[in-house]
Nanobody, 116 residues
């Protein structure tokens, strides 16, 4: 059974940095797109960043220039380096992995709180 586990969240002051990690376990027959989404209380879940099998990246306008997504195919991991964090970045961050067969898998989420 495929499972995704996020880690690296926590409480950080504005301007600080965090590095989120997502580890996939189980057999996934060809990972295509990997990404990070986030959901703040009372808000819709939104895309933060994605990275495809060709290592092409896509970012939400709100995080461009501050966040960097990367992946390690051998380890089946995806990372999100978050710099210059703002209070508006406060949310639960979810890892997403899509297989070559267009099957989506989601992690349980990790909390990020940006506050003074």
């Amino acid at each position: 059974q495929v499972q995704l586990v996020e880690s690296g969240g926590g409480l950080v002051q504005p301007g600080g940095s965090l590095r989120l990690s997502c580890a996939a376990s189980g057999t996934i027959y060809g990972i295509s797109v990997m990404g990070w989404y986030r959901q703040a209380p009372g808000k819709q879940r939104e895309l933060v960043a994605t990275i495809n099998s060709g290592f092409s990246t896509n970012y939400a306008d709100s995080v461009k220039g501050r966040f960097t997504i990367s992946r390690d195919n051998a380890k089946k991991m995806v990372y999100l380096q978050m710099n210059s964090l703002k209070p508006e970045d406060t949310a639960v961050y979810y890892c997403n992995v899509r297989s070559a067969w267009a099957t989506d898998f989601w992690g349980q989420g990790t909390q990020v709180i940006v506050s003074s």
